[in-house]
């Protein structure tokens, strides 16, 4: 007999599986002394009041076996296929779009302008350790794109753009945690993402597609509404190829071909974004908020059961909203500048979420109108924008990858930080007065809003916590358009703009369903 069964248990039954069984035969009265099997179909926290709880979907079978699941793929072989499919960027879409040609049974030819996920690691260390950026090569550019380090979330609102459950096992197929496809706020973690994106490239070769490192896209040739080819550059020098579909999944961060783009009299937009600052806490404090405990030692003893805690924090301050955007429990504040006189943060977390901090993006939603000033830049307003504020924080960081900083009740109340806590962020931070970096627009906005959820999380407004800036690539600037049923350029009916940089995603589930969704349409 197998029967479905929503229940609600503490936080020590739902990791002791004999506890789990008991409560489960309760739950259907079961007398007999039948084995009981247990699959886990979804699972979620509820942490509304003092007694926590665990929400629990369960497939139950009485003396008879659960089978597992086997996941697998018709991937074709498309060594030899005539169709083929340039894609350029090897982030989540670009990586996801090639799965899928694989399927479709056309050859995916990817095109990288960074390292493959092993040789990144070392530019990674040396921008953390020396505070040296390589355009080419850091958190932003690379084998996985921005998302192989940035914790690897796969929670996505966007069930509508694709199939969110193939996605997930997808992942399971290449070696993610079949946990992933149970949580309700799934993650794969930094430390285990590079060889999970190592995997899906292993996929894509052995099938017979292409991946091209250290190759950058600097030109493109167009006749008869298409792209005819297009012109990269490598250790070999420049080379021109030709393409029938061009699939560009470059990321939020390649800011050259917007600019290439522009020049070349190729429709782009400018589109809002959001920008502020990461602010960092004790990890223990947050959980300590989250979890309604009254002292340290009860956190210690709900850590046994339950997972570093996290947020979601919202409030509108005026005409905007000021929100909490990528937030990472037990994380590591992240230097994401792609040049060198500019810092950039973001964050992630490993597996465990097991680091002593808890980091967030706390950001302002801007507007078109908020551009103004730099309307000459045309599409590219927002960018330019964006590109001021990164500046300003290296400036005011010392001209370094050092990140300005302040304590949060510091920055609140208006005084200047006497000295700052201890910080995730490895290049290291600066006290600086962070109204002077953020400017009259975002500034007082973001003060308000900490405001807000200091009465909302109590605790939360503390000088334990430091915020760092600027968090400013929490979305591309600039939208490429496309037409909304077949995905092509307006003008270019062979070019599909896709994922996070052209402004149709925003994460690594939204990515790479926007990324398969390319992928059928250069079926057209």
């Known amino acids: 007999m197998q029967t479905k069964l929503q229940i609600q248990v503490s936080p020590q039954t739902a990791v002791n599986e004999q506890l789990l069984k008991e409560e489960v035969k309760q739950q259907l009265q079961i007398t007999q002394e039948g084995t009981v099997t247990i699959k886990i179909l979804k699972r979620n926290i509820d942490a509304r009041g003092r007694n926590i709880k665990i929400n629990l979907s369960l497939l139950v079978a009485v003396d008879e076996e659960l089978p597992i699941e086997k996941i697998s793929f018709n991937y074709l072989n498309v060594s030899t296929a005539k169709k083929t499919c340039h894609i350029i960027g090897a982030g989540p879409a670009g990586l996801f779009a090639a799965l899928r040609c694989l399927e479709l049974g056309i050859k995916p030819i990817i095109i990288e302008r960074g390292k493959d996920v092993k040789a990144r690691r070392r530019d990674l260390a040396t921008i953390n350790k020396n505070g040296i950026v390589n355009p080419e090569s850091n958190y932003c550019f690379g084998e996985g794109g921005a998302g192989t380090y940035s914790d690897g979330k796969l929670y996505t609102r966007s069930n509508k753009r694709g199939d969110v459950e193939k996605i997930l096992k997808i992942f399971v197929f290449h070696g993610a945690s079949r946990e992933i496809l149970v949580d309700a706020h799934p993650h794969i973690g930094t430390n285990k993402l590079p060889q999970l994106i190592q995997q899906i490239r292993e996929t894509i070769l052995n099938y017979g597609g292409e991946v091209l490192f250290n190759s950058k896209l600097i030109d493109l040739k167009t006749a008869n509404q298409r792209i005819s080819e297009i012109k990269i550059t490598n250790e070999n020098g420049e080379q021109n190829i030709f393409v029938q579909k061009l699939i560009l999944a470059t990321g939020h961060s390649s800011r050259d ?154 920055f609140v109340n208006g005084k200047i930080s006497d000295s700052l806590p201890a910080c995730s962020y490895q290049p290291g931070i600066k006290g600086v007065n962070m109204q002077e970096v953020l400017g009259k627009l975002i500034g007082p906005a973001l003060k308000e809003g900490f405001k807000s959820f200091g009465g909302k999380m109590r605790g939360y407004l503390t000088n334990e916590a430091v915020i760092v800036g600027v968090e400013s690539r929490t979305s591309t600037p600039v939208r490429i358009p496309r037409d909304k049923e077949k995905l092509h350029h307006p003008q270019l009916f062979n070019l599909f703009p896709c994922g996070e940089g052209a402004g149709y995603a925003g994460g690594i589930m939204s990515a790479a369903m926007d990324g398969e969704r390319c992928a059928d349409m250069t079926l057209n």
Not at 270 to 289: C, N, W
Not at 301 to 310: I, N
Not at 329 to 348: F, R, S, Y
Not at 380 to 394: P, R, S, V
Request: hydrophobic fraction near 35%.
């Open 257 to 410: 071909i917007y600019e290439l783009l522009q020049a070349k009299n190729i429709l782009i937009e400018a589109k809002p974004f959001a920008l502020g600052v990461r602010v960092e806490h004790p990890q223990s404090l947050i959980d300590q908020i989250q979890y309604h405990c009254g002292s340290l030692n009860e956190v210690i003893s709900k850590r046994d059961y339950l997972p570093a805690a996290s947020y979601s924090l919202v409030q509108q301050i005026g005409t905007r909203g000021v929100y909490s955007f990528c937030m990472c429990p037990g994380g590591i504040i992240a230097p994401c500048a792609t040049k060198q006189e500019e810092v950039v943060t973001n964050g992630w977390s490993p597996s465990k979420r097991n680091n002593p901090y808890a980091n967030s993006g706390v950001v302002m939603g801007l507007e078109l109108q908020d551009f103004e000033p730099y309307k000459k830049f045309g599409a590219l307003a927002g960018l330019e924008f964006q590109k001021e504020m990164e500046k300003n924080a290296w400036e005011f960081g010392g001209k370094t990858q050092a990140a300005p900083a302040q304590r949060l009740a510091d």
